[in-house]
């Protein structure tokens, strides 16, 4: 699994520009910390 995830983000860094790697922490930063909230909140109740 490292190895892959390995591979996969040297693949990934070799396509995409640190620019698009910002843009997209950007746009799924927001995403996951909603969908992060969310699954403790369900937890609780």
Known sequence: VILFNWTFFNLANNTLSSFAWQDMAV????????AFQKGKEAKKS
Request: proline content about 12%; charged content about 10%; aromatic content about 12%.
């Open 27 to 34: 746009v799924l930063g927001p995403l996951f910390a909603k």
